[in-house]
């Protein structure tokens, strides 16, 4: 515990006594300036910007994914011949490492020689150059996000379904409930603190999505699809600007301290 605490505690304690501070890797010397770093995040367009992004890329994908996991694991919680089979191969996206699904996608959408291009085309449509627009970016980093994790939805919703009271559904249906009815007003309620906990963990996650956005576009075109992970990182490493960077990671703690927050608060009036 003591080796665990000093892993935790003086990595947080250097990084914030570097905040106030004009610590740039390589210069020799460094001077308290207080929250001068914290002020100039403040003013600084580019944060603004990651930030914006970085809000909608993980409500997006968190909204998206949810969605296509609570379906899919209510069409697995069906018996048909295969289910373990598709069971698996659904799961396996997971699996694999951001990084190498940054590489997939990253050839996915190339405009030449590309799957999905490929397809476009039989059906007559010219694919766009994917990762060279703006929308379009935001756009392909965030399927391949998707991608990865839905089945994390997926599998523990299915969990969840499994787990339910059968004497409770079977008295809805005997009472004449429909299917849509027994999902809407006693599955999805009862499931409510486990849809929100899993939420509350995917959207964390989602904030801090680097490796496949750094493979796929790393921030461009421009910095359209730079996310403040990736935006702080550039900061900290290449630019040395060490102090400034840290003081944006504090900035980006508090922000998901809040929402946090906010989700656990919704979570406890259930």
Known sequence: ???????????????????????????????????KNYITAFKDQTFHQSLGFSILFAVCVTSVEFLLGFLTALLLQ????????????????????????????????????????????????????????????????????????????????????LNLPVEVVESAKVDGASNLQILRYIKIPIMMPLILVVILIRLIDSFKTFDSIFIMTNGGPGNVTEVLSLYIYRTGLPFMNVSYAAAMSYLFLIILIIATTLLIRRLQRI
């Open 1 to 35: 515990m003591v080796i665990l605490l000093a892993l935790i505690i003086y990595p947080l304690i250097f990084s914030l006594s570097k905040s106030l501070t004009d610590f740039t890797l390589g210069m020799p010397g460094e001077q308290f300036i207080g929250f």
């Open 78 to 161: 069906r018996k048909f011949i295969g289910k373990r089979l598709v069971t698996i191969l659904l799961i396996l996206p997971m699996m694999v490492t951001p990084v190498v699904v940054g590489i997939i996608w990253l050839l996915m959408f190339q405009p030449d020689f590309s799957v999905i291009n490929g397809l476009l085309s039989i059906i007559g449509i010219k694919g766009p150059i994917w990762l060279q627009h703006k929308w379009t970016a935001r756009f392909a980093v965030m399927v391949a996000d998707i991608w990865q994790w839905t089945p994390f939805f997926m599998l523990i919703l299915l969990g969840g379904l």
